[in-house]
């Protein structure tokens, strides 16, 4: 998937598929996430992850402060988020920012929606 | 003199519900306590321990030995291997969270590649290393006994500790569902959040001596039982270096330390209590849990921080539950409680 009219739909529909582990901590604050694709700046998005660990998928909000952000060309993200390229990716090079909650929070994200834990990590 | 104790060990709560501590368990049988989390820092002295321990089995003096970038022993080595147990080197960054969530697989050529830059550009400040000091510790290991000392070191630590300890990943780590497993916590606007990226599958698939270790808190306080019990005599060879060497280490950071110098021996606090005699602990996970052992009679008193618990209901009803009889056993152990 790369940048253009499809990818910001596909996004929205990836991200707001999430499904977290269970058995969590309870997350106690709402945190404002946001996805940035700077070769296709109308397709990035926010990421609001709720109590309960709830996740909806929101505009970019340019007056917001957000705890966390992943900004990379579309072809990486897309890449990260259906574990195609490594997670780490997202941070080796500084594409994934935020505070300690919000770095922490949006990449235990980019792993939920990847899903490749065990294929990586088999015995 | 004191009376020896054998490695009692002393449950508190800290802060609760009226602000004063209250013991809660002197048993180290309660599932709480037995929870595996992530300990990180709090396995680096054991690291630090058996990798001496592990030096000394195989002739090398590590209180004058220096190491290179590659784990080789040598006379030029940029580093003295007690210093990179110390935290007096240069070897800063990365810190723990940036290792975490490199791409996998390339933490250690990462790390070698930081170590190797370190030793032919000298210099810079002094300060923790989180991972970098310890992974050269571990190459040196690693040239010293092979690849699987550090297999060898955590079978030791669990025939010591309990099985539930874990310094290399196997797949019942990576396979614990994360509703058994605690979490460390950040501060955000007043409020504590989990950071629950430690909990993912990959971050427990990075464990290693260097970046740190998962285990029950349980565990950490029965390796200080162990410790004392080596301090007493009863030597233990595959966790500890020799006793005495181990007694002058302590003693010197404790000394450095009174005169501002850092108060870190072999990945321990050493400090002086409040009736004057060495204390040896640590700080497990940002404060939930605070360990810190007299060696004179062996008590450790294990004090369980706010972050301990996520539920404040459910940590008042534990610790309403385990008040009756705490006075008393403290009174018993003639340990000084502020309360």
New interface residues.
């Given amino acids: 998937m790369t940048a253009g009219p499809a990818f910001g739909r596909a996004l929205r529909d990836l991200l707001g598929r999430t499904v977290f582990p269970l058995g969590l901590p309870p997350l106690p604050v709402s945190l404002h996430l946001a996805v940035v694709v700077p070769d296709d700046p109308d397709s990035g998005l926010g990421v609001l992850l709720g109590p309960g660990w709830t996740v909806s998928t929101t505009d970019l909000s340019p007056g917001l402060v957000h705890d966390a952000v992943l900004a990379a060309p579309a072809a990486l993200v897309w890449g990260i988020l259906t574990g195609v390229a490594d997670p780490g990716l997202a941070t080796v090079h500084g594409s994934l920012t935020g505070s300690l909650v919000g770095q922490s929070a949006l990449a235990l994200l980019v792993e939920a929606v990847s899903g490749t834990f065990d294929d990586r990590w088999g015995a | 003199m004191a009376a020896d104790l054998g490695g009692s060990a002393l449950w508190l709560a800290a802060n609760d519900v009226e602000g004063r501590w209250v013991i809660c368990e002197r048993g180290l049988s309660t599932v709480e306590l037995q929870k595996v989390r992530s300990l990180y820092c709090a396995t680096k002295p054991m690291v630090a321990m058996g990798v001496l321990a592990l030096l000394e089995r195989h002739g090398v003096d590590w209180t004058t030995a220096h190491v290179d970038a590659h784990g080789q022993i040598r006379d030029d080595g940029p580093w003295a291997v007690s210093d990179l147990v110390a935290h007096r080197t240069p070897l800063v960054r990365p810190t723990f969270?940036?290792v975490l969530?490199?791409?996998?697989g390339?933490a250690e050529s990462e790390l070698a590649a930081r170590a190797v830059r370190a030793a032919v550009a000298p210099g810079g400040a002094v300060g923790t290393s989180e991972v970098l000091a310890w992974f050269v510790l571990a190459r040196a290991a690693a040239r010293v006994a092979g690849e699987v000392w550090a297999r060898e070191l955590q079978a030791a630590l669990r025939a010591a500790s309990g099985p539930r300890l874990w310094l290399v990943?196997d797949?019942e780590l990576?396979d614990l569902?994360?509703?058994?497993m605690?979490?460390l916590t950040?501060?955000?606007?007043g409020?504590?959040?989990?950071?629950?990226?430690?909990?993912?599958?990959?971050s427990r698939?990075l464990t290693s001596p260097y970046l740190g270790g998962y285990g029950s808190f349980a565990a950490v306080v029965s390796w200080f039982q162990a410790l004392h019990r080596h301090l007493r005599g009863d030597t233990a060879a595959s966790l500890f270096p020799r006793a005495d060497r181990l007694r002058d280490e302590l003693a010197a950071a404790s000394a450095h330390a009174e005169h501002g110098g850092s108060p870190v021996a072999l990945g321990l606090e050493t400090a002086g209590g409040r009736d004057g005699r060495q204390r040896l602990g640590l700080q497990v996970a940002g404060g939930a849990l605070s360990v810190e052992m007299d060696p004179a009679t062996g008590v450790i008193v294990a004090v369980l921080g706010s972050r301990f618990f996520?539920d404040p209901q459910r940590r008042r009803r534990w610790l309403a539950r385990e008040r009756s009889g705490a006075r008393e056993w403290a009174r018993r152990i003639g340990f000084e409680v502020g309360w």
């Avoid at chain 2, 950071?195 to 599958?201: E, K, M």
């Fill in positions: 969270w940036e969530r490199l791409p996998l390339s990943p797949r990576l569902p994360v509703d058994v605690a979490t950040a501060d955000r606007g409020t504590d959040v989990p950071l629950v990226y430690a909990l993912s599958v990959r698939a996520d």
